[in-house]
């Protein structure tokens, strides 16, 4: 269970109209009601539950406590070896986020968690590409490891392929541009981040789409790469500032003498 915009969990028509409500809230940045419309009395809730909190904790800074309750409910009522995998996986991203963001230096508990996951999400199945792509995070932004991170955001994207999640296809798109565009591939970049744009205004992921005008804008040339980076503005003070790291991307270019 990747808890990502699979068929079913609310972003095509006939989904399950909680789905739909707690999607609609997730892709505007409203984590905590979407939260809380989900009862953490089974597993699979509390893993959504518990996903949707720790995902607020990486685009706010905020909200660590919550994450880290809402974990704890999922992972006491997680019995099989996928809802074991699924609560490691979460582990494992709540960790990162931490250490990304400089909150506490959780590294090492990112890279195990990870690995339990990877010993309970057997190949092939959706959950092991949302578990492949957060390891390629670990490994471009922690480890600083860009091919290991490109290997693993392959896996990803070829999961996500294979099983039409459209929301983690424009995650994987999106961060194989950033290291093409690191490599000076220009086109590369340009296409992957207008693939990520595509998918995410396709399907109203409000949320994500500024960080993705932001991100296409860094691989455009004047006079587009303005505009895009002035729609990826709008966008951000539309949230209200989220995600907060996106403040220094967006950040206009220094006064010169």
């Known amino acids: 269970m990747a808890y ?4 079913g969990n609310g972003t095509t028509a006939g989904d399950d109209p909680l789905q739909t409500a707690v999607w609609r809230l997730r892709s505007r940045a409203c984590w905590a009601d979407a939260a809380a419309l989900l009862q953490p009395v089974t597993a699979q809730a509390a893993l959504q ?8 904790c990486l685009y706010t800074e905020q909200g660590w406590p919550e ?3 809402a974990l704890r409910t999922a992972e006491a009522l997680a019995h099989s070896d996928d809802e074991r995998g699924a609560a490691a996986c979460e582990r494992g991203q709540l960790a990162y986020a931490s250490t990304l963001h400089g909150v506490r230096d959780r590294a090492d508990e990112a890279r195990a968690a990870l690995g339990r996951a990877a010993a309970l ?14 390891r390629g995070l670990l490994a471009e932004n922690l480890a600083h490891a860009p091919q290991a991170a490109r290997a693993a955001y392959r896996r990803a994207h070829a999961g996500a392929t294979a099983h039409s999640d459209p929301l983690l296809l424009s995650f994987t798109w999106r961060h194989l541009a950033g290291l093409a565009l690191r490599d000076g591939e220009l086109a590369e970049a340009r296409h992957g981040f207008a693939e990520s744009l595509r998918i995410r205004e396709e399907l109203g992921y409000l949320v994500g789409t500024a960080p993705a005008l932001a991100s296409l804008a860094d691989a455009e040339v004047e006079p587009e790469a303005s505009r895009l980076r002035e729609e990826a503005r709008r966008l951000y003070r539309l949230l209200g500032g989220v995600p907060t790291w996106l403040a220094r991307q967006l950040a206009p270019p220094a006064a010169t003498a």
């Open 67 to 69: 994450a880290e309750d």
């Open 49 to 56: 539950r518990a996903a949707l909190l720790v995902e607020r």
């Open 121 to 134: 999400i057997p190949p092939g199945v959706a959950a092991r590409a949302l578990l492949d792509f957060r």
């Open 4 to 7: 990502t915009a699979m068929s």
